[in-house]
């Protein structure tokens, strides 16, 4: 099973952007559809988008038009870019992998990202 790990959460200014990174270890992404996720706080985690093993990608309706998912299987390593971020985004952003119809699973740590000036 995948473990992940995020980094690139940090500071960032209103209407900055930013790129996460996810690094996954002990087997390879190839076979799992992977995702970010975010949990703001006193709210329930949410859903930002996901990238499947055959390249399509889905977005939720509060990233659209400013964040994109990538994934480097080569490097077995999953971004996420988002811009125009604004005090709303700050949140712990988790990255996932999952194998379909299967009940292999994997979450990250988190990493912090806080939109201030």
């Known amino acids: 099973q995948v473990q992940l790990v995020e980094s690139g959460g940090g500071l960032v200014q209103p209407g900055g952007s930013l790129k996460l990174s996810c690094a996954a270890s002990?087997?390879?992404?190839?076979?799992?559809?992977v995702g970010w996720s975010r949990r703001i706080p006193g709210k329930e985690r949410e859903l930002i988008a996901t990238l499947t093993t055959f390249h399509f990608e889905h977005y939720a309706q509060v990233a659209k038009g400013r964040a994109t998912i990538s994934r480097d299987n080569a490097k077995n390593m999953v971004f996420l870019q988002m811009n125009n971020l604004g005090p709303e985004d700050s949140a712990i952003y988790y990255c996932?992998?999952?194998?379909?119809?299967?009940?292999?699973?994997?979450w990250g740590q988190g990493t912090q990202v806080a939109v201030t000036s």
């Open positions: 996932h992998a999952r194998v379909v119809s299967t009940t292999v699973s994997s």
């Open positions: 002990g087997d390879s992404l190839d076979r799992y559809e």
